[in-house]
């Protein structure tokens, strides 16, 4: 037997003619030189760069590249290096990591789970070659993957529209049958609905005169063999004798197993193909064809439309100029775009269409759910002006590809008439809050009482030792918390945090919200909510219930994930029965974590109320509660508090996040930090890192959490943004 020759295709001449574009992340120009020299040795032909700063790879990422190998930086971690890939326009980008010198082999597992593509050591010229030419397939293959879906995306949307604009019959067949069909081809065969040709085969109705040639015509059709382009065909159907001889083609169709037929109805037309379109003249898909490719791209097995619209437009639109007028409107995507973080499509002035899809029936009711805090009264900035945006919302379940703009329009009316899914039906948290879960304060008098966790305020009068309620001044700010705490209008805002240990990936900080004539107003450090404790609190039970709705809800899909909840002192000073309130909460919830929610509260009112704030602390962590503290770190007492009050995290002051632009100050943050630490065992958070260079500098701090606008904005509802 002679020698059989085996070659591997990834060393193929085609593959090393193209140039790879490397971007090296080290502080070595020797070993830079080192990878060009290994690769360049093996016939590669490369072109690298290489950088070794935050900045410089910030801008890098702006460009195309195949590889990113990461070996040392002075500013930058291979953990950081993930995270900005994530977050810029090329998320897939794999990324190589040389073989740190402390590297052990068990740790491998855990480099590729944080997102690394492989781990390379440079002193094995051969290994690292195979490597990095391995991991060049792989990004050769899936940019190859990205440009033909877009180019058969392209091709279809030309023939379709080619077909529309010439005034063809089109029908669709899968295996010799008609599924589908146009109005001209209805009308082509004497046929009055579509339900009458659905079933019916091709050849009865073609009845073609040379039978044996259209079949073999059809054969290579459905194998994909599409390239014969037009062809003249003579029918015996008395329908259609007079036409003859018919003009006919065959094309993909964008079902599976399916082709396109397309008939000339008018004999003079001339045949056209869809190589007579241009790239540039390319006619913009249709929307259901534009849904219908987002539902092949990502085929998943529960898919929904959600329809967004608006329920009132607000009159100082109208009133305004032209370009406020336009960004107004304009700005609704954006926001839209933002907040589901699914494909979305406008199908009118003011409709648009979300796509959601899910792997089952109960994560996508999970997601559909979570979108009813949309509904809300919003604001939407326009140009440092805040407009009011008042959405109506609606849901269709798709049954598969949308057929056409009957179709299409069809799923649209149902949306319009079926309101998304709210959480009282998906949960078994009671809206009611009957006495077993009453978010109402009551006062405690000296007659009553009850085994149900209301609120217990009491205030003496210093004359008569009698208990008096506590009333509420005439105050502006209390009248409207109080009134959009009534009509269910204060606005949850949930933000993503990032761990960097990789192993919390779902914990979410909660702040609280109210439109207050055209601004936003924080619900959290009102001091005139010290006037009316008792709004105060009622304020944060009902903030307390609608966050843990969410979190029941949002639990279906992600089992781990907790909350950070923040809350005013009220509560946890004069409310009786919280603890009690909160373990009910937690039991509702439903989660298989040891402690999904994290309370927070702000330093200054824990220092302020030390001996109480320590007693109240310990009996809340007796019933499954963790305690935060917020705007942490500023003060010369926060140090010592530590020690006096047993936390398990703390939110850093936003003061100390800008410590991280300067050199200097991040070095007088690390030494801050590491005080903290040494005084009690803690999970620090950083947050409003809202760019790029603080994000990035935040991975040079002994944080374990980091959170802002670059990674998660804040949304109005549990989103897993690492997950979009």
Same mark, same amino acid.
């Given at each position: 037997?002679?020698?059989?020759?085996?070659?591997?295709?990834?060393?193929?001449?085609? *593959?090393?003619?193209?140039?790879?574009?490397?971007?090296?992340?080290?502080? #070595?120009?020797?070993?830079?030189?080192? +990878?060009?020299?290994?690769?360049?040795?093996?016939?590669?032909?490369?072109?690298?760069?290489? &950088?070794?700063? @935050?900045?410089?790879?910030?801008?890098?990422?702006?460009?195309?590249?195949?590889?990113?190998?990461?070996?040392?930086?002075?500013?930058?971690?291979?953990?950081?290096?993930?995270?900005?890939?994530?977050?810029?326009?090329?998320? #897939?980008?794999?990324?190589?990591?040389? #073989?740190?010198?402390?590297?052990?082999?068990?740790?491998?597992?855990?480099?590729?789970?944080?997102?690394?593509?492989?781990?390379?050591?440079?002193?094995?010229?051969?290994?690292?070659?195979?490597?990095?030419?391995?991991?060049?397939?792989?990004?050769?293959?899936?940019?190859?993957?990205?440009?033909?879906?877009?180019?058969?995306?392209?091709?279809?949307?030309?023939?379709?529209?080619?077909?529309?604009?010439?005034?063809?019959?089109?029908?669709?067949?899968?295996?010799?049958?008609?599924?589908?069909?146009?109005?001209?081809?209805?009308?082509?065969?004497?046929?009055?609905?579509?339900?009458?040709?659905?079933?019916?085969?091709?050849?009865?109705?073609?009845?073609?005169?040379?039978?044996? $040639?259209?079949?073999?015509?059809?054969?290579?059709?459905?194998?994909?063999?599409?390239?014969?382009?037009?062809?003249?065909?003579?029918?015996?159907?008395?329908?259609?004798?007079?036409?003859?001889?018919?003009?006919?083609?065959?094309?993909?169709?964008?079902?599976?197993?399916?082709?396109?037929?397309?008939?000339?109805?008018?004999?003079?037309?001339?045949?056209?193909?869809?190589?007579?379109?241009?790239?540039?003249?390319?006619?913009?898909?249709?929307?259901?064809?534009? +849904?219908?490719?987002?539902?092949?791209?990502?085929?998943?097995?529960?898919?929904?439309?959600?329809?967004?619209?608006?329920?009132?437009?607000?009159?100082?639109?109208?009133?305004?100029?032209?370009?406020?007028?336009?960004?107004?409107?304009?700005?609704?995507?954006?926001?839209?775009?933002?907040?589901?973080?699914?494909? *979305?499509?406008?199908?009118?002035? *003011?409709?648009?269409?979300?796509?959601?899809?899910? $792997?089952?029936?109960?994560?996508?009711?999970?997601?559909?759910?979570?979108?009813?805090?949309?509904?809300?009264?919003?604001?939407?900035?326009? #140009?440092?002006? =805040?407009?009011?945006?008042? &959405?109506?919302?609606?849901?269709?379940?798709?049954?598969?590809? +949308?057929?056409?703009?009957?179709?299409?329009?069809?799923?649209?009316?149902?949306?319009?008439?079926?309101?998304?899914?709210?959480?009282?039906?998906?949960?078994?948290?009671?809206?009611?809050?009957?006495?077993?879960?009453?978010?109402?304060?009551?006062?405690?008098?000296?007659?009553?009482?009850?085994?149900?966790?209301?609120?217990?305020?009491?205030?003496?009068?210093?004359?008569?030792?009698?208990?008096?309620?506590?009333? =509420? &001044?005439?105050?502006?700010?209390?009248?409207?918390?109080?009134?959009?705490?009534?009509?269910?209008?204060?606005?949850?805002?949930?933000?993503?945090?990032?761990?960097?240990?990789?192993?919390?990936?779902?914990?979410?900080?909660?702040?609280?919200?109210?439109?207050?004539?055209?601004?936003?107003?924080?619900? =959290?450090?009102?001091?005139?909510?010290?006037?009316?404790?008792?709004?105060?609190?009622?304020?944060?039970?009902?903030?307390?219930?609608?966050?843990?709705?969410?979190?029941?809800?949002?639990?279906?899909?992600?089992?781990?994930?907790?909350?950070?909840?923040?809350?005013?002192?009220?509560?946890?000073?004069?409310?009786?029965?919280?603890?009690?309130? @909160?373990?009910?909460?937690?039991?509702?919830?439903? =989660?298989?974590?040891?402690?999904?929610?994290?309370?927070?509260?702000?330093?200054?009112?824990?220092?302020?109320?030390?001996?109480?704030?320590?007693?109240?602390?310990?009996?809340?962590?007796?019933?499954?509660?963790? +305690?935060?503290?917020?705007?942490?770190?500023?003060?010369?007492?926060?140090?010592?508090?530590?020690?006096?009050?047993? @936390?398990?995290?703390?939110?850093?002051?936003?003061?100390?996040?800008?410590?991280?632009?300067?050199?200097?100050?991040?070095?007088?943050?690390?030494?801050?930090?590491?005080?903290?630490?040494?005084?009690?065992?803690?999970?620090?958070?950083?947050?409003?890192?809202? %760019?790029?260079?603080?994000?990035?500098?935040?991975?040079?701090?002994?944080?374990?959490?980091?959170?802002? %606008?670059?990674?998660?904005?804040?949304?109005?509802?549990?989103?897993? @943004?690492?997950?979009?």
């Amino acid at each position: 037997m002679g020698n059989i020759k085996v070659r591997n295709p990834l060393f193929s001449k085609k *593959l090393k003619r193209s140039e790879a574009r490397l971007l090296i992340i080290d502080d #070595n120009q020797i070993r830079f030189n080192q +990878i060009c020299n290994q690769l360049k040795e093996n016939n590669l032909t490369v072109a690298a760069t290489l &950088l070794d700063d @935050v900045k410089n790879f910030e801008k890098q990422l702006n460009f195309t590249w195949d590889i990113v190998i990461f070996g040392r930086a002075y500013d930058l971690k291979v953990d950081q290096a993930i995270a900005l890939i994530r977050s810029s326009t090329q998320p #897939n980008l794999p990324l190589l990591l040389l #073989n740190p010198d402390d590297y052990e082999y068990d740790q491998y597992t855990s480099y590729i789970h944080k997102g690394l593509y492989d781990v390379l050591n440079i002193d094995y010229p051969e290994r690292f070659y195979y490597g990095v030419i391995r991991t060049l397939a792989f990004s050769r293959m899936q940019q190859q993957q990205e440009r033909l879906v877009d180019e058969l995306e392209t091709a279809q949307t030309q023939a379709q529209s080619l077909v529309e604009d010439s005034n063809k019959a089109l029908a669709i067949i899968q295996e010799g049958i008609h599924v589908q069909a146009n109005p001209e081809y209805l009308e082509l065969f004497g046929f009055q609905s579509e339900d009458e040709i659905i079933g019916l085969p091709l050849l009865d109705l073609l009845q073609p005169k040379h039978l044996a $040639e259209l079949k073999t015509r059809i054969k290579k059709a459905s194998q994909g063999q599409l390239d014969a382009g037009t062809f003249s065909l003579d029918s015996l159907n008395s329908k259609i004798a007079s036409k003859n001889p018919l003009t006919v083609e065959f094309l993909k169709a964008t079902e599976e197993d399916a082709i396109q037929i397309t008939i000339d109805t008018e004999s003079s037309t001339t045949a056209i193909s869809p190589n007579t379109a241009t790239e540039n003249s390319a006619p913009k898909p249709n929307i259901f064809q534009q +849904i219908n490719r987002s539902l092949h791209k990502n085929p998943a097995s529960s898919n929904a439309l959600v329809t967004f619209s608006l329920s009132a437009c607000p009159e100082q639109i109208f009133q305004a100029d032209w370009l406020t007028s336009k960004t107004y409107f304009q700005n609704i995507r954006s926001f839209l775009k933002e907040q589901t973080q699914v494909p *979305l499509f406008k199908v009118d002035t *003011l409709v648009y269409v979300a796509l959601f899809q899910a $792997e089952s029936q109960a994560v996508l009711d999970s997601k559909l759910t979570g979108l009813s805090a949309l509904t809300k009264p919003q604001l939407i900035d326009v #140009n440092g002006s =805040s407009y009011p945006l008042n &959405l109506r919302m609606g849901y269709s379940v798709l049954n598969g590809d +949308i057929k056409d703009e009957t179709h299409l329009d069809h799923y649209i009316s149902q949306a319009f008439a079926t309101k998304l899914p709210i959480p009282c039906e998906q949960t078994s948290i009671p809206l009611g809050l009957d006495l077993d879960l009453d978010f109402s304060p009551k006062i405690e008098t000296p007659s009553l009482t009850t085994d149900a966790p209301v609120v217990s305020i009491q205030s003496t009068n210093t004359e008569t030792n009698v208990p008096v309620l506590l009333t =509420s &001044l005439d105050n502006s700010t209390l009248s409207r918390i109080s009134e959009c705490l009534d009509k269910g209008e204060i606005h949850l805002k949930y933000q993503q945090l990032y761990d960097k240990e990789d192993s919390n990936l779902y914990t979410y900080e909660v702040t609280s919200n109210y439109i207050d004539g055209s601004s936003w107003k924080s619900c =959290s450090d009102i001091l005139d909510l010290s006037e009316d404790p008792e709004l105060s609190i009622k304020l944060d039970r009902w903030i307390l219930v609608e966050a843990c709705k969410q979190l029941h809800n949002f639990i279906t899909q992600y089992p781990d994930a907790k909350l950070i909840i923040n809350l005013n002192k009220h509560i946890l000073l004069k409310d009786k029965n919280f603890p009690e309130f @909160v373990s009910k909460l937690i039991t509702i919830i439903g =989660s298989t974590i040891e402690h999904p929610l994290i309370l927070q509260f702000a330093e200054e009112d824990l220092h302020q109320h030390l001996t109480e704030v320590q007693k109240k602390i310990a009996e809340l962590q007796l019933h499954g509660v963790q +305690i935060a503290i917020r705007n942490f770190g500023r003060s010369m007492y926060s140090e010592t508090l530590l020690k006096q009050i047993n @936390v398990q995290c703390v939110a850093l002051h936003p003061e100390l996040t800008q410590m991280l632009n300067d050199e200097n100050t991040a070095q007088e943050l690390t030494e801050k930090l590491t005080a903290f630490q040494e005084t009690r065992s803690l999970q620090i958070l950083l947050r409003e890192l809202n %760019d790029m260079t603080l994000f990035a500098n935040a991975w040079n701090v002994e944080a374990r959490f980091i959170q802002g %606008d670059y990674f998660q904005k804040k949304l109005d509802h549990l989103i897993d @943004v690492q997950d979009q």
